[in-house]
């Protein structure tokens, strides 16, 4: 799988444009943004490493997880998920001409991942927290037609979306959903936690709806992966006002055994580290160094492959999986 597959790079570039202008709309008073301590540790022991679109983002001397401090408040946040320009950019433009792609490179193989983990068991409540569209559900439901799918979506027109496709939806921000204490078996979110005001609430509350011996599963961004690493400040994936939160395996265990879960798996399992890198660098959104430069000149494809291979064993890739066990 290459970058391409996934995401159209000059639309990409459109929405990245359209976000940075968001932060000067939607968070010019900067008397409200608060210092935090670590959202994954809750150390004071951080110092600050660079600023991006007027966000400055700190870097935690105790657990390496980089976030945004100070933070800008919940109501700022509100409005700007709520009318932003580059939030619904990213819905109608940039994601829907990507939707099936990202079924079949994405969430088909996300659905057998979780069909396959719980192989085992039968009749499983599972609810897709930011379930968007559906489509995880929808190939879920292929697969494990036994399963009682929920599709937790705030959105009113992503939740029809869902309800349109015969989906169970609960129409609400998950820490807004107060009538399913203990109900659900896994509780699933891609792409979420990077982009959680408070990502601790977030975990007190999926504990909160799991049974016991519940299982949450989600991805995330890596801080300490290769891409953002190597791209740093530069990275396209660091874009606030969106992306917020860079926890890495050990900082996102920290965080979940804080707050009754158990980790389970704390793995990067992302394969575009490289290709995401060298098409940074062909792009010229920054100079290699040199090491990086020469890889890229003079190494063949499948010795690139080779690289990526190492990156995700070992840990390093930017795209991560936690599966955790309420406690």
Same mark, same amino acid.
């Given at each position: ?32 943004? &608060?210092?935090? =301590? ?5 150390? %004071?022991?951080?110092?600050? #490493? @660079?600023?991006? *679109?007027? !966000? ?16 800008? &408040?919940?109501? =700022? ?5 709520? %009318?932003?320009?580059?939030? #619904? @950019?990213?819905? *109608?433009? !940039? ?37 968007? !569209? ?194």
């Amino acid at each position: 799988m290459k970058e391409s597959d996934i995401r159209n790079r000059e639309v990409f570039n459109k929405y990245l444009e359209l976000s940075a202008k968001d932060a000067v709309v939607y968070f010019s008073e900067k008397e409200k943004f &608060s210092a935090i =301590q670590c959202p994954a540790c809750k150390s %004071d022991n951080a110092e600050f #490493s @660079f600023e991006k *679109n007027g !966000f400055s983002y700190s870097n935690c001397n105790e657990c390496d997880t980089l976030y945004v401090n100070p933070r800008p &408040s919940l109501e =700022q946040y509100e409005k700007f998920y709520a %009318d932003s320009p580059s939030t #619904s @950019f990213w819905v *109608n433009d !940039f994601f829907k001409p990507v939707a099936e792609a990202r079924r079949e490179k994405m969430f088909r193989p996300r659905a057998e991942f979780i069909a396959d983990y719980f192989k085992d068991s039968q009749n499983l409540v599972i609810g897709d927290i930011g379930a968007g !569209f559906g489509i995880f559900l929808e190939e879920l439901k292929k697969v494990r037609s036994d399963f009682d799918l929920f599709a937790i979506e705030p959105s009113h027109e992503m939740a029809e979306i869902c309800q349109s496709k015969g989906l169970q939806v609960i129409p609400k921000l998950i820490e807004d959903v107060n009538d399913h204490d203990g109900y659900f078996d896994v509780l699933i979110a891609f792409e979420l936690f990077e982009h959680l005001h408070n990502p601790e609430v977030f975990v007190k509350k999926c504990h909160t709806l799991l049974k016991p011996g519940g299982i949450l599963f989600f991805t995330t961004l890596n801080g300490l992966g290769f891409d953002i690493q190597v791209l740093w400040d530069k990275s396209n994936s660091v874009s606030p006002p969106h992306h917020i939160n860079f926890f890495n395996p050990g900082s996102a265990s920290i965080l979940l055994n804080n707050n009754g879960f158990e980790t389970v798996e704390a793995s990067t399992p992302g394969k575009l580290d490289w290709d995401i890198v060298e098409s940074g660098f062909k792009n010229g959104d920054k100079t290699p160094d040199r090491i990086w430069r020469t890889i890229s000149k003079h190494v063949s494809s499948d010795m690139k492959s080779n690289l990526q291979k190492w990156i995700t064993e070992s840990n390093m890739s930017s795209h991560m999986r936690i599966i955790a066990k309420k406690r």
